[in-house]
Each structure stands twice: as structure tokens, then as C-alpha cells.
Nanobody
Framework: VQLQACGGGLVQAGGSLRLACSVS????????MGWYRQAPGKQREFVAG????????NYADSVKGRFTVSRDNAKNTVYLQMNSLKPEDTAVYYC?????????????????WGQGTQVTVSS
């Protein structure tokens, strides 16, 4: 599986960014997709998940109401729209997938991770 996240950058608090993760090597439309992040000195954590059809979504409490996950199955890409960014959102963001459904995204013990993208929010 190839997972390539992009779209990160430096933004001021209150600003927005849209991340994208391109996926290859799997049947994308059959997989739930999740976004994760790892801040310096902290454990990687679940941020948001979306079912294979895009109908179901879930979010970490810390990002509810500010982040929106979406996907385009024709492009094998999952997105994370991040609004009202806070300094505590600063982290490297990654995506990953699970064939078992959206509930299985709320974990971080995946066998492998792709390239993440750095998000830095200044105060």
C-alpha cells in the first residue's frame, strides 16, 4: 500500500488548510480511510475517519466541528479540510486504511505508515 499525504504548511491560528492523501496498491473504494497525527514528543492519534462509501464519518473530540473528512473514490484520494486551526493542531498528519470498517480506524497499530505532511499553526 502506498499512502502519500500532502497539503500541509505553516498557517496562523484561525486559518485553514486542506490535506490530501493519495492511495495506491489497494482497492480504495473497499477501504475505510482515516487521518492521524503525531505531534512532537507525543503518541500518534486518530483524527478523523470515513467509511468506504463516504456515508459515515467520525472525528476525535478535539477536532469536531472544525475538521471535515471526505473522499473521492474516482481519484483514490481522501481529504481533510481543517478550519479554525489552533497551535495544538501542529503535527505531522498521516492517512491509513482498514478493510473492516470505520470503527477499526480508531487505533494506531497499523503495520505500516506512508509519508506524512507537516502542519504548523502559529499563535
Amino acid at each position: 500500500v502506498q499512502l502519500q499525504a500532502c497539503g500541509g504548511g505553516l498557517v496562523q491560528a484561525g486559518g485553514s488548510l486542506r490535506l490530501a492523501c493519495s492511495v495506491s496498491g489497494i482497492i480504495f473504494r473497499n477501504r475505510s480511510m482515516g487521518w492521524y497525527r503525531q505531534a512532537p514528543g507525543k503518541q500518534r492519534e486518530f483524527v478523523a475517519g470515513i467509511s468506504n462509501s463516504g456515508v459515515s464519518r467520525n472525528y476525535a473530540d478535539s477536532v469536531k466541528g472544525r475538521f471535515t473528512v471526505s473522499r473521492d473514490n474516482a481519484k483514490n484520494t481522501v481529504y481533510l479540510q481543517m478550519n479554525s486551526l489552533k497551535p495544538e493542531d501542529t503535527a505531522v498528519y498521516y492517512c491509513n486504511s482498514d478493510a473492516r470498517g470505520i470503527r477499526w480506524l480508531i487505533r494506531t497499530d497499523f503495520a505500516s505508515w506512508g509519508q506524512g505532511t507537516q502542519v504548523t499553526v502559529s499563535s
